[in-house]
């Protein structure tokens, strides 16, 4: 009798076995999916409100101050949702940003209400 409900264990293990991979198949191939979705990432140096006049006195040479102090972190939005911070550094002549803080899940939730 212990050999067939040893059999019978064997069996329904190799089922469940065969039933995972394709599971495993299908969620790789919706994660691949989701890896193609393109995303807007845009880095933030500061803000500032001003006036329509003071909008068109701007011309070459204008400076426009912004809202953070130098030495302040950048911010990285996804979609215009915050979720990192960083600071701005030149890599082969181009602009970069070093990430130096990432914010969590639970503050990204925050942000949304």
Not at 63 to 79: F, R, T
């Amino acid at each position: 009798m212990k050999d067939k409900e040893l059999n019978i264990e064997k069996e329904g293990q190799e089922q469940s076995e065969e039933a995972a991979e394709p599971a495993a198949d299908q969620a790789e191939r919706d994660l691949d999916f989701i890896l193609d979705i393109p995303l807007e990432l845009s880095v933030e140096l500061g803000r500032t409100k001003m006036l329509v006049n003071d909008l068109l006195q701007l011309g070459q040479g204008s400076i426009v101050e912004l809202n953070k102090l130098a030495g302040e972190p950048l911010e990285i939005c996804i979609n215009r949702k915050l979720v990192a911070r960083g600071e701005a550094v030149v890599v082969n002549e181009k602009f970069g940003v070093r990430l130096t803080d990432i914010v969590s899940p639970m503050e990204r939730v925050k942000s949304l209400g």
